[in-house]
T-cell receptor
Framework: GQNIDQPTEMTATEGAIVQINCTYQ??????LFWYQQHAGEAPTFLSY????GLEEKGRFSSFLSRSKGYSYLLLKELQMKDSASYLC?????????FGQGTELSVKP | DAGVTQSPTHLIKTRGQHVTLRCSPI?????VSWYQQVLGQGPQFIFQ???????GRGNFPDRFSARQFPNYSSELNVNALLLGDSALYLC?????????????FGSGTRLTVV
């Protein structure tokens, strides 16, 4: 089967750190993406993990454990503009399977 | 370089009508995928095309069809529109068919069926 679970909503304070968790179950897996999507706009690429471990890119980091079917996105030094939906997505041989998204609200 | 371009940006159609949505991938990208995003949900896979051949089809009725042209642009066609087809339709462009180099999304076509 194909299943992705991530929290529906999260709230954090400007300047803080937030971790968005994602678990997945799949019979075929090529890698895991995280995308950011502002309301009414296209998803934009944040990270892609193929192997286990942590990938760091500026204020954003993403972690993958293939054996546990688990990933997280870590956002540091939160800014108001980080308020958006964060989509956990796995790549199944070129077909992207999206979670429902986590709506992050950053408060002053 | 232009990114992924989709047209039209917005569209209003009546139930039972037909619609054609268009997508031009990033120059050099040979794969185009289509996704449907209903409000409040993540995008759902509809089709993937690579080198003008269909590589995958999601769980959508036969009213949905697509094709890719020699210049790698693509069209998504939906016949006999239903109210439930109202959604944001996203096109994703990638260098090859496995997604190993990532995907770039267009801004989408917002389809409203009344």
């Amino acid at each position: 089967g194909q299943n992705i679970d991530q929290p529906t909503e999260m709230t954090a304070t400007e300047g803080a750190i937030v971790q968005i968790n994602c678990t997945y179950q799949t019979s075929g897996f090529n890698g895991l993406f995280w995308y950011q999507q502002h309301a009414g706009e296209a998803p934009t690429f944040l990270s892609y993990n193929v192997l286990d471990g942590l990938e760091e890119k500026g204020r954003f980091s993403s972690f993958l454990s293939r054996s546990k079917g688990y990933s997280y996105l870590l956002l540091k030094e939160l800014q108001m503009k980080d308020s958006a939906s964060y989509l956990c997505v796995y790549n199944q041989g070129g077909k992207l399977i999206f979670g429902q998204g986590t709506e992050l609200s950053v408060k002053p | 370089d232009a990114g992924v371009t989709q047209s039209p940006t917005h569209l209003i159609k009546t139930r039972g009508q037909h619609v054609t949505l268009r997508c031009s991938p990033i120059s050099g990208h040979k794969s185009v995928s289509w996704y449907q995003q209903v409000l409040g949900q993540g995008p759902q896979f509809i089709f993937q095309y690579y080198e003008k051949e269909e590589r995958g089809r999601g769980n959508f009725p036969d009213r949905f069809s697509a094709r890719q042209f020699p210049n790698y642009s693509s069209e998504l066609n939906v016949n006999a529109l239903l109210l439930g087809d109202s959604a944001l339709y996203l096109c994703a462009s990638s260098l090859e068919g496995q997604g190993n180099y990532g995907y770039t999304f267009g801004s989408g076509t917002r389809l409203t069926v009344v």
